[in-house]
């Protein structure tokens, strides 16, 4: 899995994340990392959030692509661990069939964002495309939780500023990631365990996948590693405290 930015016109800035982290491209423009927003909104007098990540080292564990079948054994290790998670949801055959683990999810604390419809490349679609990916997902939340989402992740991390605008107009920042597992090509549990810790961080996103086979068993020992590392597992929203997720805007640590 790849995240990369893209100008207008479809043109690659390219940036591609690996399972221990991110190779950034100079030319890249319009990404924000987290902990830069959440700097600037503190300079402008805001409050932190429940966890202060300006002193705290936080992190912040997501999932992409759910629910799916073994989302409430995940969300009973969360449970146990106190740990909150961010879901970026999938539509069809995830939201539209298990709308009570998605209801489970936003009752015990975790934050739910919109992962598209169908996983399509967004930068290939037009505007109207676009929205069809994104509006049923956003419904289908709201009805099981009551509250939209306002986070998104665009599939394989892949956007532009036209994909922008159209998100902007539908109230979604887009978040992507500073390290996965790539748990989409494994069933390797040791190996998904390692990729993550070569590549946590302070202020950093894991990307996982709950629904493949090797991930959900190497929850509980990434956990409690990085939790011996001093880290501290928050939300993304509550990553970027004081900070509001600019609709629209781009976030990677």
Request: net charge neutral.
């Amino acid at each position: 899995m790849t995240a990369s930015v893209r100008r207008t016109g479809r043109l690659p800035l390219a940036a591609a994340v690996l399972a221990a982290g991110l190779t950034a491209c100079s030319t890249l423009t319009g990404v924000t990392s987290p902990a830069d927003a959440r700097a600037a909104a503190a300079r402008d007098g805001g409050p932190a959030g429940p966890v202060d990540c300006a002193t705290a080292h936080c992190v912040a564990l997501t999932f992409d692509g759910g629910p799916s079948a073994p989302t409430p054994e995940l969300l009973d290790i969360l449970k146990r661990e106190k740990v909150p998670a961010t879901f970026f949801l999938q539509g069809k055959g995830h939201t539209e069939k298990y709308p009570q683990t998605v209801r489970r999810m936003a009752e015990e604390g975790h934050e739910i964002a919109n992962h598209t419809w169908s996983h399509k490349d967004l930068t290939k679609l037009d505007p109207d495309q676009i929205r069809a990916e994104i509006e049923p997902v956003q419904k289908d939340i709201e009805d099981a939780t009551g509250k939209r989402p306002t986070l998104m992740r665009p599939p394989h991390g892949t956007t532009d500023d036209e994909v922008s605008a159209v998100l902007e107009k539908l109230g979604l920042a887009q978040i992507l990631w500073s390290v996965t597992a790539k748990d989409y090509a494994t069933t390797d549990t040791a190996l998904i365990e390692r990729r993550v810790l070569d590549g946590a961080d302070r202020d950093g996103i894991i990307l996982l996948h709950e629904r493949y086979a090797g991930t959900i068993p190497a929850v509980p020992d990434i956990v409690r590693a990085l939790r011996d590392r001093g880290l501290t597992f928050v939300t993304v929203s509550q990553l970027m405290a004081p900070a509001h997720p600019r609709p629209g805007k781009v976030y990677r640590p």
